[in-house]
Nanobody, 129 residues
Framework: QVQLVESGGGSVQAGGSLRLSCDAS????????MGWFRQYPGKEREEVAD????????VYHDSVKGRFTISEDKRKTTLYLQMNSLKPEDTAMYYC??????????????????????WGQGTQVTVSS
């Protein structure tokens, strides 16, 4: 079992920055992918970035490329999402996710929420114009 706890959300003006953190605990040694998702009201969660643990492959949603940076510490216990140049459309609930399945995927393809097993409780990001 893996437990995930997000932090770092908040309110910021457009153009500002936030850094989300996801603390992972439990049996994390087999985690293969970790990702950040966001969810708009009434919509399905969409992945904004993920990292293949060990392989260090990183994929971003087109809407955040050049603005968001995903990273993880070397002990695989904390995942980060540095969000710069925030826009009002980035306003959403952000979730951290992890899986132990070693998914095969085409280069540059994001994972879906159904490919993740573990989820955090979410942290709200609000960007005002």
């Amino acid at each position: 079992q893996v437990q995930l706890v997000e932090s770092g959300g908040g309110s910021v003006q457009a153009g500002g920055s936030l850094r989300l953190s996801c603390d992972a605990s439990g049996y994390t040694v087999d985690v293969s992918f970790m990702g950040w998702f966001r969810q708009y009201p009434g919509k399905e969660r969409e992945e904004v970035a993920d990292i293949e643990i060990g392989g260090n492959t990183i994929v971003y949603h087109d809407s955040v490329k050049g603005r968001f940076t995903i990273s993880e510490d070397k002990r695989k216990t904390t995942l980060y999402l540095q969000m710069n140049s925030l826009k009002p459309e980035d306003t959403a609930m952000y979730y951290c996710a992890a899986t132990e399945t070693r998914w095969q995927r085409p280069p540059g393809a994001l994972l879906s929420l159904y490919q993740y097993k573990y989820w955090g409780q979410g942290t709200q990001v609000t960007v005002s114009s």
